[in-house]
């Protein structure tokens, strides 16, 4: 294995992607809602005010929704004063690499060192799918590193003796652990450790119960110090409320097309998808294609039984994948607000399929003892990750002209944002980006809370003649105590609540309010005063 190519040819494959992402943010990471919670809630720690956000009337909120290890990771960095942006970017570019050399290390290890197993590797490194995940400041490149490092630390000794002290299960389970400590679905990386430990070691049954109890139990620790720290401060373990059983059936509904949606992007381009006008059925059959031929390949391979890592490979992949799915789908159903399925949301799975993919291929382009069967096979393996390479430049490049979320060209040379900047900070303001102004300007504005309240209101009015206690920051903009600043994202926010009425409602949000700054992307308002009173 040492002086195997594959071993050189993963690591380039690693630089590759490296490469992209930090191409791919040349503008900063990705910078959106959910990051800004994490950057600044780092910041808070390492001034001593906690794991959690600052609210506008000067309290503090716990760590709401997320995860706490990624912030966690980036406090000490923030204790010295260093741009947490910039920290969060190149730790993510290595992480990117980190998790390309782990795919392409056990693919190779699992083929017993032949060179074109590095094809998982070199699918991660060029995937559309990954390249967006990893440019963004997000915790989902430390949870899939930490996560996939303990299945295949586990997948390593299951044919040793049972442990009886200290050893892998516990390696194992803390790593898997902390990749739910970095994201809570991520908690599906642990049960499919533990169903890996129950079911597939030789040993009697008790030895099996005893090393999947041994993983579950220090997996659970991160998590439980975790919740010991909410309850302790907020006397709750959640910020999310449970559903109804009826709004349950509806959120059922709502997911597949959803689910369905993000996994056709790993077929075609999102683009080509856009075009489409066909049902939601019509656009799932290559998916379910896709998915049949990938589960007919993988029971050739047991089958077959010629290699008994690549089998075990494969199944760990699927037994991931489903639970995973599993996971988001029974937190989908139950908890408000919903969680996006997406494809960051997603990624996890997207690794494990082109992992089983590239897998088969690779048993496939082995099996018959023909070279010229192998170098055509090679040849068509090759344009595979071309044409994933090539979608993943468009994107690239695409990111680096214009920069994400918070850190684009747009946010950064805002009007609106600079006239934020110029307004006393003793001056309270309300806002439909509530973020991007703690991040922008770090300023603290109260939101606009009819867009969260995911309920219409009629008759429409403006901001400041609403319904009385319906938002508090409302009352207060009426009074004069603070300024309104509107993004154009507003129309967007409102399509949730009111549909094809969502412009209308927008427009009239702002009508007859007294403009004191204006831009392309928004404005400043303060209620008028009637003189006449």
């Known amino acids: 294995m040492k002086s195997n190519p594959g071993i050189k040819l993963t690591l380039l494959a690693a630089i590759v992607g490296m490469t992209l992402a930090a191409w791919s943010t040349r503008l900063g990471p990705g910078v959106g809602g959910d990051a800004t919670i994490y950057l600044t809630s780092a910041q808070n720690l390492a001034k001593g005010i906690g794991l959690g956000l600052v609210q506008p009337d000067g309290s503090f909120r716990l760590l709401p929704y997320s995860a706490p290890l990624f912030p966690l990771i980036l406090s000490p960095f923030s204790a010295v004063q260093l741009d947490l942006t910039v920290v969060s970017r190149w730790f993510n570019i290595l992480l990117f690499g980190g998790l390309i050399f782990l795919i392409g290390f056990s693919s190779l290890k699992a083929f017993g060192g032949n060179w074109i197993a590095i094809l998982p590797a070199w699918l991660a490194a060029c995937s559309p799918i990954l390249l967006p995940v990893y440019s963004w400041a997000m915790a989902e490149p430390v949870t899939m590193l930490l996560g996939f490092a303990g299945l295949i630390l586990i997948l390593g000794h299951l044919d040793e003796p049972y442990p009886n002290r200290w050893s892998w299960p516990e390696w194992a389970g803390l790593l898997l652990g902390l990749a739910a400590a970095a ?266 809370g009819e867009i969260y309240a995911d309920k219409p209101v009629y008759p429409f009015s ?19 105590d603070s300024l309104l600043v509107v993004f154009n994202s507003l129309e967007n926010q409102f399509e949730s609540i009111y549909g094809d009425r969502a412009k209308e409602r927008a427009e009239t949000f702002v009508n007859g309010l007294r403009v004191d700054a204006f831009g392309d992307d928004g404005a400043i308002y303060d209620y008028p005063v009637d003189y006449s009173k």
Not at 462 to 480: S, T
């Open 183 to 448: 994201r809570y679905s991520a908690a599906a990386f642990l049960a499919a450790g533990a169903v890996i430990c129950l079911f597939w070691p030789a040993w009697p049954f008790y030895k099996r119960l005893l090393t999947a109890f041994r993983t579950g139990l220090v997996g659970i620790i991160p998590l439980g110090i975790w919740v010991l720290v909410q309850i302790g401060q907020t006397a709750s373990v959640s910020a999310r409320s449970m559903l109804t059983i009826a709004e349950m059936g509806g959120r059922f509904m709502l997911f597949w097309p959803q689910f369905v949606s993000a996994m056709l992007v790993w077929l075609l381009p999102a683009s080509f998808q856009e075009g489409l006008s066909y049902p939601m059925w019509i656009q799932a059959v290559p998916v379910v294609f896709f998915l049949f031929i990938l589960a007919a390949g993988s029971i050739w391979v047991n089958v077959k039984g010629q290699n008994k890592l690549t089998g075990r490979l494969v199944n760990m992949l699927w037994i991931f994948a489903g639970i995973y799915s599993a996971v988001l789908l029974l937190v989908y159903l139950t908890t408000y607000p919903p969680i996006t399925i997406d494809n960051r949301m997603l990624s996890p799975v997207h690794i494990a399929v082109i992992w089983i993919a590239a897998v088969l291929l690779i048993s496939l382009w082995g099996e018959p003892e023909n070279k010229t069967w192998q170098i055509v096979f090679a040849l068509a393996m090759l344009v595979f990750v071309g044409w994933y390479g090539w979608r993943t430049v468009r994107i690239v490049r695409q990111n680096a002209e214009t920069g994400l979320g918070y850190n684009s060209i747009a946010w950064q040379q805002s009007k609106i944002i600079a006239a934020v900047k110029a307004i006393p900070e003793s001056q309270n303001l309300v806002t439909n980006e509530t973020m991007a102004l703690l991040y922008l300007t770090g300023r603290v504005a109260k939101p606009v």
């Open 462 to 480: 403006r901001y400041g003649d609403g319904p009385e206690g319906n938002d508090p920051a409302e009352a207060e903009f009426k009074k004069g």
